[in-house]
C-alpha cells in the first residue's frame, strides 16, 4: 500500500476561512516536505520539516515523526491559495521523497 | 528560493526516437532527482544521483533511461528509445541541505 496518505483529497473553502490537511505515514520518514502545485504546473516550497512546527505566514506545518503524521494549517485563505497540495516524505534510508496524492484546494468568494 | 531550470518546457517525440531533458540545478547542490508525474496523478520518483553516480532508482526508471552530468554540466535524462507510456511531466530537483527544490517540468508526449 501507499506510504504516504493524504487526505482530504479536495477541499472547498470560502475566502477567510481556514482548514488542515493531513498526511499518515506507514513508515518512518525523517523528514516532510509540502508544496503548492500552481496552475502552471510548478512545485513551490512551502515547508521543510525533521521534527516540530514551523509557521509562514497563513500557513503553518507540524511534523510528529513518532505517530507518523504532519498537517498544513491554511487560515484566512485567499483566492491565490488555490491549488494543489502535495506532502512529500523522505524515508529514514534514502534521499528520495514519497509523494501523497495531492490536496485539490478551491478558494473561493 | 533556489532556482531549479529544466529546457525544454515541452517536447514531442515519435515512439521508438531518442529524448534529452535537460535539468540546471542549483549551482551548489550535490544531490539530483528525476521524479515522473502523469496528468492528473501522483508524482513518482524515478532516480537520484550523486557524484557522478546513481544512487537509488525506482522500477519507474527503465532500461532504456539514463542519467549523466558531464563535466558539472546539465543534469540529464535520456530516454532511448521513448515508449507511448513514457508520456508525461519530468521534473527535476535539486537538494544542497537536505531540502529538495523542484524545476517547473518538462511536459513530454510520446506519439
Known amino acids: 500500500g501507499d506510504q504516504v496518505e493524504q487526505s482530504p483529497s479536495a477541499l472547498s473553502l470560502h475566502e477567510g476561512t481556514g482548514s488542515a490537511l493531513r498526511c499518515n505515514f506507514t513508515?518512518?520518514?525523517?523528514?516532510v516536505q509540502w508544496f503548492q502545485q500552481n496552475s502552471r504546473g510548478s512545485l513551490i516550497n512551502l515547508f521543510y520539516l525533521a521534527s516540530g512546527t514551523k509557521e509562514n505566514g497563513r500557513l503553518k506545518s507540524t511534523f510528529n515523526s513518532k505517530e507518523s503524521y504532519s498537517t498544513l494549517h491554511i487560515r484566512d485563505a485567499q483566492l491565490e491559495d488555490s491549488g494543489t497540495y502535495f506532502c512529500?516524505?523522505?524515508?529514514?534510508?534514502?534521499?528520495?521523497?514519497?509523494f501523497g496524492h495531492g490536496t485539490i484546494l478551491r478558494v473561493h468568494p | 528560493g533556489p532556482k531549479v531550470l529544466q529546457i525544454p518546457s515541452h517536447q514531442i517525440i515519435d515512439m521508438g526516437q531518442m529524448v534529452t531533458l535537460n535539468c540546471d540545478p542549483v549551482s551548489n547542490h550535490l544531490y539530483f532527482y528525476w521524479y515522473k508525474q502523469i496528468l492528473g496523478q501522483q508524482m513518482e520518483f524515478l532516480v537520484n544521483?550523486?557524484?557522478?553516480?546513481?544512487?537509488?532508482k525506482s522500477k519507474l526508471f527503465k532500461d532504456q533511461f539514463s542519467v549523466e552530468r558531464p563535466d558539472g554540466s546539465y543534469f540529464t535524462l535520456k530516454i532511448q528509445p521513448t515508449a507511448l507510456e513514457d508520456s508525461a511531466v519530468y521534473f527535476c530537483a535539486s537538494e544542497g541541505d537536505a531540502e529538495q527544490f523542484f524545476g517547473p517540468g518538462t511536459r513530454l508526449t510520446v506519439l
Open positions: 513508515t518512518t520518514m525523517r523528514a
Open positions: 512529500a516524505a523522505e524515508g529514514a534510508n534514502t534521499g528520495k521523497l514519497t
Open positions: 544521483f550523486y557524484n557522478g553516480k546513481v544512487m537509488e
